[in-house]
């Protein structure tokens, strides 16, 4: 059974920085995309960064290029998203999200994505 569950969250002021985590299991960590979503009060959800777990390619959402780092740790299964220089806007639930035997790049759709985590809470104030 495929779990994911996301670590990290909580309040920081704007300029600060958070690192969510999110712990995989139930599949081979092979041709898999993992994804991390957010969805704001009255927003649709957005990807925000997901990677390629066989080459680390990366993709990001334009907004958060340059503050947001996406990275894998293979020996424990966690994927992990390392955000700087938060905004007030990047207030949201954050969602980790697994594409499971995938091609050869990533998406930022949701749609693609099979398998969610329960999210975690990440507020910015000004």
């Known amino acids: 059974q495929v779990q994911l569950v996301e670590t990290g969250g909580g309040s920081v002021q704007a300029g600060g920085s958070l690192k969510l985590s999110c712990a995989a299991s139930?599949?081979?960590?092979?041709?898999?995309?993992v994804a991390w979503f957010r969805r704001a009060p009255g927003k649709e959800r957005e990807g925000v960064a997901a990677?390629?777990?066989?080459?680390?390619?990366?993709v990001y959402l334009e907004s958060v290029k340059g503050r947001f780092t996406i990275s894998q740790d293979n020996a424990k299964n966690t994927v992990s998203l390392q955000m700087n220089s938060l905004k007030p806007e990047d207030s949201a639930m954050y969602y980790c999200?697994?594409?499971?035997?995938?091609?050869?790049?990533?998406?930022?759709?949701?749609?693609?994505?099979?398998?969610w985590g329960p999210g975690t809470q990440v507020t910015v104030s000004s």
């Open positions: 999200a697994a594409a499971l035997l995938v091609g050869s790049e990533c998406s930022l759709a949701s749609i693609r994505y099979t398998y």
């Open positions: 990677i390629h777990t066989d080459d680390n390619s990366t």
């Open positions: 139930g599949f081979t960590y092979w041709r898999n995309c």
